[in-house]
């Protein structure tokens, strides 16, 4: 074949013709330094603050520091995440924040502050990611909290009852049972429609999977997902793992669905966060966190809500965890928690370790909304307990000079002992509001004042079973109607009466 150079000519010119040509520009920096997770970066002068910037074999960071002339950025990753980093390297933009895969495609997995599973099930089918930092809720777009989210545990759903978009706390000293009443709470919502995420930061790689292992064994990973920042992970992602687990909750919650969110733990976290802190050269403040460390947790907190009808009613609860050293609430993270919170259920030691489980101090312990959540036939039993308990705990104070009693005063500390009987709770077993309002009712309406303090378990034991067996109308009714009216009281008295006459002590 002949070519002939004026059609090669005019073929080449044609093709000129038509090119374009496409400028891309792209931002990048250099590494200056780098070192524990901590990356300082020249050059990336319009960066802006959280967002995402890639290194070099697609190792990723968060901007967190903008400086005069450089930028500070924390690096992503599990074990030296800065190892493969080395000074002089390139860094470019990504225009984008960090973001979280969701979607129901999450529920039943363990993944990390990243949202890569690492639960050994193969990669996640999310198909929507979403930030992990988002604005909370206005006053317009919430309505007041006024569903009950029941815990299932008799001292928490009695006196410091929890309602769907609350913010309640759990604080105590390590060791006290704040995880078991978390767990008891996301047990408790199997067959309740209510999505859960257990959030693990700092937490023993052990404990996360006896976590793991405990919901599985009560089949509530069914409805659960489990973010895990282990003591393991670096700061970056455990700074980063509560947000990750907001993120995910919100997804469900702007689609109308009910979500409990634990947070365990904020002390852990804010420990990781002054850590990014004082690396990045940061000022210290009280006790070396930095100054915006109470913004740290109110961002993270203030996202649950209950969403009004118009955005479809959904609801984030959110219940943090923080741990005391030596029971000082007074403490600079722990009051700052309080304060956002709606209330908290505080652990005491000395409880715990005086058998009394759940080891909830009944005048530390305070729900803000709560009450107005709580269903009727609780209210009604419930309304004098707290009174009563506190008036118990000073009169046990008092009587250990040994002064003689009177006998009302010897008849409030029968009574007292037996409701701190009746309130004590085994691990993993909650309980429906109906066995709850029966337990409570039998306590103080004095039913339980001639018996001996070693027998009432058992009596409440099978008491229980008595009335699903053989009054299963009133337990039926207490369940669905969530009210105590006259005649529904009337009726628990001659169930417990009755009950009482069949009722051994012996073994």
Do not use: W
């Given at each position: 074949m002949f070519l002939k150079p004026e059609e090669v000519t005019n073929i080449i010119k044609k093709e000129l013709e038509k090119y374009k040509t496409r400028l891309r520009t792209e931002s990048i920096g250099t590494v200056i330094q780098v070192g524990d997770a901590i990356a300082r970066i020249y050059g990336l002068d319009d960066v802006m603050m959280g967002e995402l910037v890639q290194f070099s074999d697609s190792v990723m960071g968060m901007v967190l520091n903008l400086e005069e002339d450089n930028v500070g950025v924390v690096i992503f990753g599990t074990d030296n995440p800065d190892r493969d980093i080395k000074e002089g390297d390139i860094v470019k933009r990504t225009g984008k924040i960090v973001q979280m895969p969701v979607g129901e495609s999450l529920v039943g997995r363990v993944v990390n502050a990243l949202g890569k599973p690492i639960d050994g099930k193969g990669p996640l089918e999310a198909k929507k990611l979403r930030p992990i930092e988002f604005p909370a809720p206005n006053v317009v777009q919430r309505q007041p909290v006024k569903e009950p989210l029941q815990t299932g545990i008799k001292a928490i759903d009695a006196m410091t009852p929890i309602g769907r978009g609350q913010r309640e706390l759990i604080i105590g000293d390590r060791q006290t049972g704040k995880t078991a009443i978390a767990l008891d709470t996301i047990i408790n919502q199997k067959g309740k429609d209510v999505y859960c995420i257990y959030c693990a930061v700092g937490q023993k790689l052990s404990s996360v999977v006896a976590v793991n292992e405990t919901l599985k064994k009560y089949g509530a990973m069914e409805y659960t997902t489990i973010v895990s920042a282990s003591s393991r992970a670096s700061a970056s992602l455990q700074y980063l793992a509560p947000y990750s687990a907001c993120a995910i909750a919100e997804e469900l919650m702007y689609?109308?669905?009910?979500?409990?969110?634990?947070?365990?733990?904020?002390?852990?976290?804010?420990?990781?966060?002054?850590?990014?802190?004082?690396?990045?050269?940061?000022?210290?403040?009280?006790?070396?966190?930095?100054g915006d460390?109470?913004?740290?947790?109110?961002?993270?907190?203030?996202?649950?809500?209950?969403?009004?009808?118009?955005?479809?009613?959904?609801?984030?609860?959110?219940?943090?965890?923080v741990e005391t050293q030596a029971g000082d609430i007074s403490s600079y993270i722990p009051t700052n928690v309080i304060s956002i919170t709606d209330g908290q259920i505080y652990l005491e030691s000395d409880l715990f370790y005086a058998g009394v489980r759940p080891a909830v101090n009944v005048g530390l312990s305070v729900s803000r909304v709560g009450g107005k959540a709580q269903c009727k036939a609780m209210r009604v039993v419930a309304s004098k307990l707290r009174l009563d308990l506190a008036q118990y705990r000073e009169l046990v104070t008092f009587t250990q000079f040994g002064t003689d009693l009177d006998k009302t005063t010897r008849a409030q500390l029968t009574r007292g002992e037996r409701m701190v009987e009746i309130l004590k709770q085994v691990q993993f077993e909650p309980l429906d509001i109906s066995k709850q309002v029966i337990s409570i009712y039998t306590g103080i309406k004095g039913y339980l004042d001639d018996l001996p303090i070693n027998v009432i378990k058992k009596f409440e034991t099978e008491l229980l079973k008595f009335a699903q067996k053989n009054y299963s109308a009133v337990y039926e009714e207490i369940l669905t109607e969530g009210t105590l009216s006259d005649k529904l009281q009337l009726a628990l008295d001659n169930l417990i009466i009755e009950f009482k006459k069949s009722f051994t002590v012996g073994p």
């Amino acid at each position: 074949m002949f070519l002939k150079p004026e059609e090669v000519t005019n073929i080449i010119k044609k093709e000129l013709e038509k090119y374009k040509t496409r400028l891309r520009t792209e931002s990048i920096g250099t590494v200056i330094q780098v070192g524990d997770a901590i990356a300082r970066i020249y050059g990336l002068d319009d960066v802006m603050m959280g967002e995402l910037v890639q290194f070099s074999d697609s190792v990723m960071g968060m901007v967190l520091n903008l400086e005069e002339d450089n930028v500070g950025v924390v690096i992503f990753g599990t074990d030296n995440p800065d190892r493969d980093i080395k000074e002089g390297d390139i860094v470019k933009r990504t225009g984008k924040i960090v973001q979280m895969p969701v979607g129901e495609s999450l529920v039943g997995r363990v993944v990390n502050a990243l949202g890569k599973p690492i639960d050994g099930k193969g990669p996640l089918e999310a198909k929507k990611l979403r930030p992990i930092e988002f604005p909370a809720p206005n006053v317009v777009q919430r309505q007041p909290v006024k569903e009950p989210l029941q815990t299932g545990i008799k001292a928490i759903d009695a006196m410091t009852p929890i309602g769907r978009g609350q913010r309640e706390l759990i604080i105590g000293d390590r060791q006290t049972g704040k995880t078991a009443i978390a767990l008891d709470t996301i047990i408790n919502q199997k067959g309740k429609d209510v999505y859960c995420i257990y959030c693990a930061v700092g937490q023993k790689l052990s404990s996360v999977v006896a976590v793991n292992e405990t919901l599985k064994k009560y089949g509530a990973m069914e409805y659960t997902t489990i973010v895990s920042a282990s003591s393991r992970a670096s700061a970056s992602l455990q700074y980063l793992a509560p947000y990750s687990a907001c993120a995910i909750a919100e997804e469900l919650m702007y689609a109308g669905k009910h979500v409990l969110v634990i947070y365990d733990d904020l002390s852990k976290h804010a420990q990781a966060y002054r850590q990014l802190s004082l690396l990045l050269r940061r000022p210290p403040g009280r006790e070396a966190y930095p100054g915006d460390i109470f913004y740290l947790h109110s961002r993270l907190l203030e996202r649950a809500a209950k969403l009004n009808d118009a955005l479809g009613a959904g609801s984030i609860t959110a219940i943090p965890i923080v741990e005391t050293q030596a029971g000082d609430i007074s403490s600079y993270i722990p009051t700052n928690v309080i304060s956002i919170t709606d209330g908290q259920i505080y652990l005491e030691s000395d409880l715990f370790y005086a058998g009394v489980r759940p080891a909830v101090n009944v005048g530390l312990s305070v729900s803000r909304v709560g009450g107005k959540a709580q269903c009727k036939a609780m209210r009604v039993v419930a309304s004098k307990l707290r009174l009563d308990l506190a008036q118990y705990r000073e009169l046990v104070t008092f009587t250990q000079f040994g002064t003689d009693l009177d006998k009302t005063t010897r008849a409030q500390l029968t009574r007292g002992e037996r409701m701190v009987e009746i309130l004590k709770q085994v691990q993993f077993e909650p309980l429906d509001i109906s066995k709850q309002v029966i337990s409570i009712y039998t306590g103080i309406k004095g039913y339980l004042d001639d018996l001996p303090i070693n027998v009432i378990k058992k009596f409440e034991t099978e008491l229980l079973k008595f009335a699903q067996k053989n009054y299963s109308a009133v337990y039926e009714e207490i369940l669905t109607e969530g009210t105590l009216s006259d005649k529904l009281q009337l009726a628990l008295d001659n169930l417990i009466i009755e009950f009482k006459k069949s009722f051994t002590v012996g073994p």
